[in-house]
């Protein structure tokens, strides 16, 4: 689904809905030295910002290897209450791996980090390359307007498809609001009741137009929505014929030999060698690696690894899936705090160390991954664990994150 920072364990629920909602959404996408007393429950994760904390070590510093920061990260991620963390190193083609914890509690199986996990709001890079591709084949520009490629689609409560451009979907800047907000959709995928309710697009996205009247003109402010990234990709299908996996499919999973990445579309299951996800609801701890794809879509519903998903980061910011031009638009940036910009679909951030990075995270039912990459590719870090409940700011999102950026300020 979506992106949250932060990882704190609280089962109350609160109502996502309108205002407080908003109130939420807004305080989770600062950077989480600035919100550490944050423990609301979030929309099903939906913002971008990576976990930027407290001050890095300094790179060439000496001490703890990167590896070494960021498995003690992982060490104190269990001991916050993660049942299982991974972590990955990489400079050059040197990796490194880490892991703490345990993939399957029932089992005790460690975890493993090479196990596919679900990458939330990962997905949206990959949705914004295909974008990016059918621009550079002169096949829709990012300036065309929703509602040329989907007609009717953005048109209630005050919303225009036709004053908002498929660039400002992927940049989040087109004031539509984020349907996971809804209780109606983010009370049900909680609780996980019906692993395989259809959920169409334009049901969810229906639901966020219904949530309130707009409060900025499109490209006014950033504001991150799923809903964006819902229409993206039936923008995709509206352009191609084809549904937006079956695009991500072609497109960059099997050039780029992504072997352990999928993009589910209605089957709620994993396969093979994955982490199981929990949810903490009250005092209990489910298993929720079963769980309802069609909430999440275009925003959020995409399988892979740490591995697979540095191998397409890499690529993405080299240039290897896209011509220069759009390479370009992918990294131009949108303010979202004054070391943070919002791309299309990837976040560029100052870290505490001084340095920039790309990145993103994604938060699902019972999952939180993040990655972060130099602008060559060569320096990469990412972390995954496999316990989320909807809430951003708890102690194991700031250790872990914090483990990660300094690993990454180590490099």
Not at 347 to 366: D, F, I, Q, R, T
């Amino acid at each position: 689904m979506l992106d949250v920072i932060g990882t704190g364990f609280a089962g109350e629920r609160e109502n996502a809905a309108g205002a407080e909602s908003e109130r939420t959404e807004s305080a989770a996408r600062q950077p989480l030295r600035k919100r550490r007393h944050l423990r609301r429950l979030l929309p099903a994760a939906g913002l971008a910002c990576l976990l930027l904390t407290a001050a890095a070590v300094p790179a060439n510093a000496a001490g703890p290897t990167p590896a070494d920061i960021l498995r003690a990260g992982a060490q104190q991620g269990v001991a916050d209450g993660y049942p299982g963390v991974i972590g990955m190193v990489r400079k050059g083609d040197t990796t490194q791996y880490v892991h703490a914890g345990v993939g399957d509690r029932t089992t005790k199986v460690p975890a493993d980090p090479k196990a596919q996990f679900r990458i939330g709001s990962n997905t949206k890079a990959f949705i914004s390359t295909v974008l990016l591709q059918l621009e550079g084949e002169k096949r829709l520009s990012l300036d065309d307007t929703v509602a040329r490629w989907l007609p009717g689609a953005v048109a209630a409560n005050g919303y225009d498809g036709s004053t908002i451009t498929i660039r400002q979907l992927l940049n989040h800047t087109s004031g539509l609001p984020d349907y996971l907000s809804a209780l109606q959709i983010n009370g049900p995928y909680f609780l996980n009741t019906n692993p395989r309710e259809v959920l169409p697009p334009q049901t969810l996205v229906n639901v966020g137009l219904g949530l309130r009247a707009p409060t900025s003109a499109p490209g006014e402010k950033f504001g991150y929505s799923n809903t964006n990234y819902v229409l993206a990709g039936m923008v995709i299908k509206a352009v191609t014929g084809s549904e937006p996996a079956a695009e991500v499919q072609r497109r960059i999973i099997e050039p780029l030999g992504l072997r352990d990445t999928t993009f589910p579309t209605a089957d709620p299951a994993l396969y093979g060698n994955h982490l199981h996800g929990y949810a903490i609801r009250a005092i209990f701890i489910g298993d929720d690696t079963v769980s309802n794809v069609q909430v999440t879509g275009s925003a959020g519903a995409i399988v892979s690894t740490m591995d697979d998903l540095a191998t397409f980061t890499r690529a993405l910011l080299t240039g290897q899936l896209l011509e220069p031009a759009q390479l370009a638009e992918l990294k131009t940036t949108v303010p979202v705090t004054a070391d943070a910009g919002y791309g299309l679909g990837i976040e560029h951030m100052k870290l505490p160390c001084g340095k920039w990075a790309w990145g993103h995270n994604g938060a699902v039912l019972g999952y939180f991954s993040e990655w972060i990459t130099s602008e060559d590719g060569t320096e990469q870090v990412l972390h995954a664990n496999n316990e989320f409940h909807m809430l951003a700011g708890t102690q194991g999102q700031a250790h872990t994150g914090k483990a990660m950026t300094d690993a990454f300020c180590a490099l």
